[in-house]
């Protein structure tokens, strides 16, 4: 199929370290966001921003590879984003209605 | 002019994520997050994935990040989250943890360019996979850079190598609408109990 008019290419200048240093970062963040929040909801987001933080880099990769397995490869994590928020988000409000809070330390009944 | 625009937008989603990170209203939080979400759509063009830019602005900002605003407005943390306040020793420890994490990311990132695509002789093969793979042929890098992440190519791959995989998933999406509808429906013995202890003003044990 022929477009009407050819798509942009955007050339390729900046390098793919920057966007794996990039990745890097936001990771790293996210991991302290895990580690040193204690509400359920922002723990969450954290977890969220890892993902992206990796997705980043799948497609930096992809486009160094010339390959598009990588941005299939991050369908597929946004579509297990999307399930676990679903799950993970009706598990806090089951939490927070049982017990009113969203305080990770107040939900540490599984712990032995 | 693209190394201009990704800086920029580097910072940006560099500061939204720490800002995320710092705020203690869930509220701002996920405001945060969403900018984040639009920066990294910004760095998905820039790479030339066009349609996962959209999909990340139209399911992650979009749909995600809304159900997430719906909870946290529905659950009104705002008001019930503590502080931070049984952290105490934790808090370092957890930034120490996460800084060096972030050193050896970017140790690896920044190696991936210089290192050799061939291993040297000398360094264990077992290191190979930081070291790039060898890339494809020159024909090939640029005929994939010219097409690579355009939707109708995104199809072609989606819809036959990663068909299986495809289906799979929506599999996994159904099992998670059921698991999300029977998790969050309304369970009037649990509730109760909790609930009368709660108005009691003792806490559920």
């Not at chain 1, 929040?37 to 990769?61: G, P």
């Not at chain 2, 264990?124 to 992440?149: I, K």
Request: charged residues 10%.
């Amino acid at each position: 199929m022929e477009l009407p008019f050819p798509l942009p290419t955007i050339p390729s200048r900046v390098p793919t370290e920057a966007y794996l240093i990039l990745s890097g970062i936001l990771f790293s963040l996210g991991c302290m966001g895990v580690l040193l929040r204690k509400s359920a909801l922002t723990i969450f987001m954290s977890i969220e921003l890892m993902l992206n933080a990796v997705n980043l880099s799948f497609v930096a990769f992809a486009r160094q590879l010339g390959q598009l397995d990588g941005q299939i490869f991050v369908f597929f994590v946004m579509a297990v984003a999307a399930a676990e928020v679903a799950v993970g988000l009706a598990i806090i409000i089951d939490i927070f209605r049982s017990r009113r809070t969203a305080d990770i330390d107040d939900v540490s009944w599984l712990k032995g | 002019m693209e190394l201009v625009t990704f800086l920029a937008v580097a910072a940006l989603s560099v500061a939204s994520a720490l800002m995320m990170i710092v705020q203690r209203n869930a509220m701002y939080s996920a405001l945060f997050l969403v900018l984040n979400f639009f920066c990294l759509a910004v760095f998905y063009v820039l790479l030339g994935a066009y349609f996962l830019a959209v999909v990340q602005v139209a399911v992650y900002a979009g749909a995600i990040m809304v159900l997430m605003l719906f909870v946290i407005m529905l659950l009104n943390v705002a008001q019930a989250e503590p502080t931070d306040r049984r952290l105490g020793l934790f808090r370092p420890f957890g930034v120490i943890a996460a800084l060096i994490l972030l050193g050896e990311l970017v140790a690896v990132g920044a190696r991936y360019g210089s290192a050799p695509s061939a291993p040297v002789a000398g360094e264990p093969v077992s290191l190979a996979f930081v070291t790039p793979t060898p890339l494809p042929t020159a024909t090939a890098v640029t005929a994939g850079a010219a097409t690579v992440g355009h939707t109708q190519e995104v199809a072609a791959v989606l819809f036959s190598r990663y068909l299986f995989p495809f289906e799979v998933t929506s599999i996994l999406l159904l099992g998670a609408i059921l698991g999300a509808t029977i998790l969050a429906r309304k369970r009037p013995d649990t509730e109760d109990v909790a609930h009368v202890a709660i108005v009691q003003g003792e806490r559920v044990k």
